[in-house]
């Protein structure tokens, strides 16, 4: 099975290939009305396990409503939705068990929900308060969580991709039957990048699922600008690595797929790809309108396939779900995401020290001078200052406090 | 203690630590069996095993991304640059995710246990690209620490403190000096401090800095002063980046002269940030400007190399020019 050369059948004339004999089908399970194919077999999903994948669905969509709206009344500096993408990324988190590293691209905010991040911990991030881990120091959405083993997003494109296969090969020393999933959208697949971690994933054989989401831009290109053939899919065969192609608005199809890449990966250390084929129904970002680069009408295609609504009537005909149930459980989502929104843009802003920790494991004696330098710039001008100003010396009264813990900070390596 | 050479220091310190901590893995191109172009693995996957010492495809980026995300997860990733001219299609993973894990993330997740060792420099007649001296890209940084050793007993143990660094370390090694480098070196496991400067040789007169092979150049040179009648510090920064200001101004302050030397060119050089800091902390007791003795402004050439280097010559000259000022 394992060959380092080809062991094909030498020809006498000049034979070319260039894989379009090879149609990658795509797999899934439930039809957009959201019964069966017929032949689609008995789902692995479980009662609990469906209800807490639909429940993270539908929370990420009022989340996203919620917080494109703030950021159209100016209350957010910038917001990105997952809208249309919630079954590929949510149906691969529910596939994995919760200590499962994940290292998304920047819209997986639905793997988040799925793990329990509270709306509090959204919020503190997207309002770069005083709460936020990461203190305020990235743009809206660049979540982070070690507890729910979630990588903290990274702005540059693809640089997980690689990461993901280094964390997973310790995964695979430390032998303690994890993986990790990397999450990335197809534009990324571009990058080197990703090249480098297919391959070292597959020489080495780490247990890393590859997740593309598929989901036809990346910002305004469409993907028949982004690569000539069969999809990203098709690249694992270069790499021998396993692949598969999925219908990415198919939750029950995500799962199950995920759910054997990660059997695969985890008890066979065989690195998987799929290709999620779905739809950013959605913007690119706040900052973009696509109106500019594609139709209504292709847009009004794919809110036909909308993920939520196939997952929702699957559970409804089973009696795992009701609608009134769905009402209630909507109204009380928004009305938290609203309350816990005001009370996270009242929150202070961070402490001034933390532009200066976290650089290194200690701050050097030179970067010190330069922030004391500007603690007394800001004493004597706090008119200008307004942001940081007002707090100086209750963030004095906080650092004292986080020193006193911080002495097992080093401790804390996983 | 035991002769060796710096590369022998080099794999006796990967050894020492792969030994003392089993989180310690090795890895990069050719440096499995074969130990490295250099052999700084040498016999490393024999005692350690593949899964420890291994082959990587040719993949800088991939490499650094690869020791990111095992680093992020707890191991130990030693990740070996076959030559620091070819670091370059790794500055994305390094400067934008090594440098910036930590803080991005509120230490949520860091990469602390990262080292990337590269050979670097020029006098081996490697010609366009296997002669560079990138510090100063790194440098620009922050989150990075880059560390150069010269000689084997400091490789030794600057090595070993890298590895156990909480911060992401460069450690650049001066590859001219692999194997004309020899000195007795500890068989135990030691560690020199990062971040601090040290003074090899004391002087009245005037203050000379240098890191890596510019070492010993400096030291000719300071030879030759001395003969002329000049008494002169000698420091080995060590560590370029958190670098040790104390020690530099301490020193300056009692010679009111320097001349920094490295190999790299000289526009945005770290002589100029040295230069800047000094000017600014001794101003009142400098009694001539800071000089600088470097590469020229060029591409690293082949056959003129011995004209493009640094070499004791031009140290000397600016020692004089300082001096006479």
Redesign the interface.
């Known amino acids: 099975m394992k060959t380092t050369r080809s062991t094909a059948k030498p020809v006498h004339k000049p034979v070319f290939a260039n894989g379009d004999d090879i149609q990658i089908p795509v797999f899934t399970l439930l039809k957009p009305d959201g019964t069966l194919y017929a032949g689609a077999g008995q789902s692995s999903l479980e009662r609990d396990t469906a209800r807490r994948l639909y429940r993270a669905m539908l929370y990420t969509r009022v989340l996203d409503e919620r917080m494109m709206a703030a950021q159209r009344q100016g209350r957010l500096s910038f917001y990105m939705q997952c809208t249309g993408e919630e079954a590929a990324v949510v149906g691969a988190t529910a596939a994995l068990d919760d200590a499962d590293?994940i290292?998304a691209q920047y819209r997986e905010q639905g793997a988040l929900a799925y793990r329990g991040f509270t709306t509090e911990d959204f919020m503190d991030q997207l309002f770069g308060n005083q709460g936020?881990?990461?203190?305020g120091?990235?743009m809206p959405i660049?979540y982070?969580?070690?507890e729910l083993y979630y990588?903290?997003i990274?702005s540059?494109l693809a640089?997980q991709?690689?990461?993901?296969?280094?964390?997973?090969?310790?995964?695979k020393?430390?032998g303690q039957g994890h993986c990790?999933l990397a999450i990335f959208g197809e534009g990324a697949a571009s990058e080197?990048?990703f090249?480098?971690?297919l391959?070292?994933a597959s020489?080495?054989k780490v247990p890393v699922i590859f997740l593309c989401r598929n989901n036809g831009y990346a910002i305004s290109t469409p993907v028949t600008e982004q690569f000539a053939g069969d999809g990203v899919a098709a690249r694992a065969f270069g790499y021998r690595m396993q692949s598969i192609r999925v219908d990415g608005n198919d939750a029950l199809a995500v799962y199950e797929a995920t759910r054997e890449a990660r059997r695969l990966a985890v008890e066979e250390n065989e690195p998987v790809l799929i290709e999620a084929m779905t739809y950013r129904l959605a913007a690119h970002s706040s900052s973009d309108d696509p109106s500019g680069y594609r139709s209504k009408k292709e847009e009004e295609a794919w809110r036909k396939k909308d993920p939520l609504r196939r997952l929702q009537r699957w559970l409804l005909d089973r009696g795992w779900w009701e609608e009134d149930e769905e009402r209630e459980l909507v109204e009380s989502l928004r009305r938290e995401v609203l309350d816990t929104m005001k009370r996270a843009e009242k929150r202070r802003p961070p402490a001034l020290e933390?532009l200066v920790?976290?650089?290194?494991?200690?701050v050097?004696?030179?970067?010190r001078e330069q922030f004391d330098e500007l603690v007394a710039h800001v004493r004597r001008h706090p008119e200008a200052y307004p942001r940081s100003a007002p707090w100086l010396d209750a963030d004095q009264a906080d650092d004292a406090l986080r020193d006193d813990t911080s002495a097992h900070?080093?401790e804390a390596?996983? | 203690m035991s002769r060796m050479n710096l590369l022998q220091a080099i794999n006796n310190a990967l050894d020492t630590a792969m030994a003392a901590d089993p989180r310690v893995l090795c890895f990069g191109e050719d440096v499995g069996v074969f130990g490295g172009v250099f052999r700084a693995t040498s016999h490393l996957q024999e005692k350690y095993g593949r899964e420890r010492c291994f082959n990587t495809p040719l993949v800088e980026q991939g490499i650094v991304g690869f020791a990111n995300g095992l680093a992020a997860q707890g191991s130990v990733p030693v990740a070996e640059i076959q030559f620091a001219d070819y670091i370059f299609p790794a500055f994305d993973q390094i400067v934008n995710e090594s440098a910036k894990f930590r803080y991005r993330s509120g230490s949520l997740f860091d990469v602390g246990g990262l080292t990337i060792r590269a050979p670097y420099g020029g006098g081996i007649a490697g010609g366009h690209y296997h002669s560079q001296s990138p510090e100063a890209y790194f440098a620009h940084t922050p989150g990075l620490t880059v560390v150069v050793p010269r000689n084997p007993h400091q490789a030794k143990g600057l090595l070993l403190a890298a590895i156990r660094s909480p911060d992401p370390v460069i450690f650049f090694e001066p590859k001219r000096l692999y194997r004309a480098a020899v000195g007795e070196v500890p068989d135990e496991d030691y560690q020199l401090p990062l971040r601090q400067a040290e003074v090899i040789k004391a002087g009245e007169d005037i203050t000379l800095l240098a890191w890596g092979a510019q070492v010993e150049v400096v030291e000719q040179a300071a030879e030759m002063a001395e003969e002329a009648g000049i008494s002169c510090e000698i420091i080995d920064l060590r560590t370029i980046v958190p670098w040790d200001v104390e020690t530099v101004a301490s020193s300056v302050l009692k010679t009111g002269r320097l001349v920094v030397s490295h190999e790299a060119p000289l526009t945005g050089g770290f002589a100029a940030e040295i230069a800047a800091t000094i000017q600014s902390r001794c101003f009142l007791y400098l009694e001539s400007p800071i000089a600088r003795v470097t590469g020229l402004d060029t591409p690293f050439p082949l056959t003129l190399e011995k004209e493009y280097m640094p070499g004791p010559l031009k140290v000397f000259e600016a020692i004089q020019q300082t001096m006479d000022f």
Do not use: F, W
């Open positions: 590293m290292m936020d881990p990461a203190h120091r990235q660049h982070g969580s070690r990588l903290t990274s540059p640089t991709i690689p990461q993901a296969t280094g964390y997973a090969y310790g995964q020393l430390a990790t080197g990048d090249h480098a971690a391959n070292m020489v080495h933390t920790t976290d650089v290194y494991a200690e050097p004696p030179a970067l900070a080093g390596r996983p």
